[in-house]
């Protein structure tokens, strides 16, 4: 059978995966046929050796499908990809926040007269004058304690959510931060109900300009048959790091199941459920397109409170030589590492921060949110 292998379906690809033509980006093809029979890829013959294939496709949309044929004695054969062009491709960064609650349970503790007056948010605010940083806040609705949820916040801040509201969002997570995974095999009904909750308090308290749509969902896992949940309010975009699975006990609803020896049921962990193949073709490239959901699933590169500041630029160096790893850097940490009271505390996380962010910028990558134009680039 006739198999394209290059490109993948699926891919988000740019400038440095071919060169400029007339009319659009020239990309590589490349696959397996029989051997001796004759293949034509969209239409024009490709090169053969033995059961290797090799020809070129032009994109000249936003996605483009790509059929390779094979004329054999018994008929023909075809193998179709379909692909994404990022057109209007630049080198940029995002910085997402996981498991937010402490910080708005402080302010609304202390009263205090401003956001900033928080050392949480105003550490953020320095990396943004500074840098230009940009992130977003992926939020609880209560507190690990449950001694706080957003319910309590004051809507007396507004003002300050919407002058700081290009540079800082607030999003949906999840609930609370336990149980693990609450949204890897759960209901959809249950899904919608804990992000409508989050992100209704949002608005409420922040206004629509503070909001955005979630990239990550809490453990990044939740089931396909729920997505749909996530498309309807506004999801486009998720990030994950998708690491093979050793094996472990997963929770869901309160309950517990045991995982194969060899791990997950796709042999993944933390992507959203993807498929074994889609997940290994994602610890290598920067992003992937699913056509039946319409969500781009994004790698992440680096999680800040579990790298060392001395080990940050050699996480990250080696991903700007790689085409397919160079073009955006997708930045990550949580927010209970930066609180003293918090038993992993890390007294170094704004600076390992710094680091990662001044990595970005040195480099010539521009802060972004995911949720604008096309991964954050201009659609």
């Given at each position: 059978?006739?198999?394209?292998?290059?490109?993948?379906?699926?891919?988000?690809?740019?400038?440095?995966?071919?060169?400029?033509?007339?009319?659009?980006?020239?990309?590589?093809?490349?696959?397996?046929?029989?051997?001796?029979?004759?293949?034509?890829?969209?239409?024009?013959?490709?090169?053969?050796?033995?059961?290797?294939?090799?020809?070129?496709?032009?994109?000249?949309?936003?996605?483009?499908?790509?059929?390779?044929?094979?004329?054999?004695?018994?008929?023909?054969?075809?193998?179709?990809?379909?692909?994404?062009?990022?057109?209007?491709?630049?080198?940029?960064?995002?910085?997402?926040?996981?498991?937010?609650?402490?910080?708005?349970?402080?302010?609304?503790?202390?009263?205090?007269?401003?956001?900033?007056?928080?050392?949480?948010?105003?550490?953020?605010?320095?990396?943004?004058?500074?840098?230009?940083?940009?992130?977003?806040?992926?939020?609880?609705?209560?507190?690990?304690?449950?001694?706080?949820?957003?319910?309590?916040?004051?809507?007396?801040?507004?003002?300050?959510?919407?002058?700081?509201?290009?540079?800082?969002?607030?999003?949906?997570?999840?609930?609370?931060?336990?149980?693990?995974?609450?949204?890897?095999?759960?209901?959809?009904?249950?899904?919608?109900?804990?992000?409508?909750?989050?992100a209704g308090e949002i608005v409420r308290f922040a206004g629509e300009a503070a909001y955005s749509p979630p990239t990550v969902i809490h453990w990044a896992m939740v089931h396909a048959a729920a997505w749909p949940v996530l498309t309807e309010r506004g999801v486009t975009v998720l990030s994950g790091s998708a690491h093979p699975n050793q094996g472990s006990s997963y929770t869901t609803e309160g309950e517990s199941f045991p995982v194969a020896e060899s791990g997950t049921p796709f042999g993944y962990d933390i992507n959203y459920g993807l498929d074994t193949v889609r997940s290994e073709y994602l610890t290598r490239h920067d992003a992937l397109k699913d056509f039946a959901s319409g969500i781009v699933f994004s790698k992440t590169d680096i999680v800040c409170n579990n790298v060392t500041e001395d080990r940050i630029v050699p996480r990250l160096e080696p991903l700007t030589t790689d085409p397919n790893t160079a073009e955006i850097m997708d930045l990550f940490t949580h927010e209970q590492y930066f609180w003293p009271f918090y038993h992993n505390y890390r007294p170094d996380h704004f600076q390992r921060l710094d680091r990662a962010i001044r990595f970005c910028t040195e480099r010539g990558y521009e802060p972004v949110f995911f949720h604008e134009g096309f991964l954050g680039g201009q659609a």
């Open positions: 059978m006739i198999r394209i292998e290059e490109p993948f379906h699926g891919a988000v690809l740019n400038h440095r995966h071919g060169r400029a033509v007339d009319g659009g980006l020239e990309i590589a093809v490349s696959g397996t046929a029989p051997v001796g029979e004759p293949v034509r890829v969209n239409g024009a013959y490709a090169r053969r050796s033995g059961e290797r294939f090799t020809a070129t496709a032009v994109l000249d949309a936003r996605e483009t499908d790509i059929a390779a044929v094979a004329e054999g004695v018994s008929g023909q054969t075809e193998h179709r990809v379909r692909v994404v062009w990022d057109r209007y491709s630049k080198p940029r960064y995002r910085f997402g926040i996981d498991d937010n609650s402490f910080f708005l349970r402080d302010i609304a503790a202390q009263g205090y007269e401003s956001l900033f007056d928080c050392f949480y948010l105003e550490g953020l605010r320095d990396l943004h004058r500074k840098y230009g940083a940009k992130f977003v806040l992926n939020t609880f609705y209560t507190t690990p304690e449950q001694d706080f949820d957003l319910s309590q916040f004051p809507a007396s801040y507004k003002a300050e959510w919407a002058d700081n509201a290009d540079w800082l969002k607030l999003a949906f997570h999840a609930y609370a931060e336990f149980p693990d995974r609450p949204y890897q095999n759960c209901t959809p009904e249950k899904l919608a109900k804990d992000f409508d909750a989050v």
